[in-house]
């Protein structure tokens, strides 16, 4: 346990930061009244982490911020979805927010751009592994579900979680790059190769 804050945390607290903006745009486009939702849900503190964290606890703190935020997007999605949002509009969504970030030029990069803005627990954790690198491919399995569960507190899919994913990603993917999934295994590929 860390008893002082050190750069994982912030790239950790960054993550957590950036699934929020995806949550505002869904309460945008569904119409939710953001005060009412963000009263009954709670929200990430607003401005930098030294101002906020429990440096008395650090890692229980980003662990309860990171449960908070997962259950603040199983929520706005499934309000998302009680306004009638569909789930291609939904995915638009996350492909806005994947396409937001500065776009990848390898295979690798993408995987490091989804290890670097999408939440997957702790870092200790080890949800993703990589099980093939390459100059034109890169392919890497989920380990466990750390989201499926929050959805289905909400009465969704636990793999409309990992369908608005896949827009994410492939937002994330520059010109050139392809991505797929299969079950737990994640490919981004050349086109072409």
């Known amino acids: 346990?860390?008893?002082?804050?050190?750069?994982?945390?912030?790239?950790?607290?960054?993550?957590?930061?950036?699934?929020?903006?995806?949550?505002?745009t869904l309460l945008e486009k569904s119409g939710a009244d953001k005060e009412t939702f963000y009263k009954e849900r709670g929200s990430l503190p607003e401005g930098s982490l030294e101002d906020h964290i429990d440096t008395g606890n650090i890692h229980g703190?980003?662990?309860?911020?990171?449960?908070?935020?997962?259950?603040r997007l199983a929520k706005a999605v499934s309000l998302a979805k009680e306004k009638g949002i569909s789930t291609e509009e939904l995915e638009e969504i996350f492909y806005k927010g994947g396409a937001g970030m500065?776009?990848?030029?390898?295979?690798e990069e993408v995987y490091q751009k989804v290890n670097d803005?999408?939440?997957?627990?702790?870092?200790?954790?080890?949800v993703n592994a990589v099980v093939e690198n390459s100059a034109d491919s890169?392919?890497?399995?989920?380990?466990?579900?750390?989201?499926?569960?929050?959805f289905e507190e909400e009465g969704l899919d636990r793999e409309l979680y990992y369908q608005l994913r896949d827009a994410y990603i492939t937002g994330l993917a520059g010109e050139g790059?392809?991505?797929?999934?299969?079950?737990?295994?994640?490919t981004v590929r050349r086109k072409n190769v």
């Open 1 to 24: 346990m860390s008893k002082f804050l050190a750069p994982i945390h912030f790239w950790l607290y960054k993550k957590i930061e950036i699934q929020e903006e995806i949550i505002k």
């Open 61 to 71: 703190w980003l662990q309860g911020q990171i449960e908070e935020s997962e259950k």
């Open 102 to 107: 500065e776009r990848s030029s390898s295979p």
């Open 117 to 126: 803005s999408c939440l997957d627990g702790m870092p200790c954790d080890r």
């Open 138 to 150: 890169i392919q890497w399995e989920r380990t466990s579900d750390l989201h499926g569960g929050f």
């Open 177 to 186: 790059l392809e991505y797929s999934r299969k079950d737990n295994q994640y």
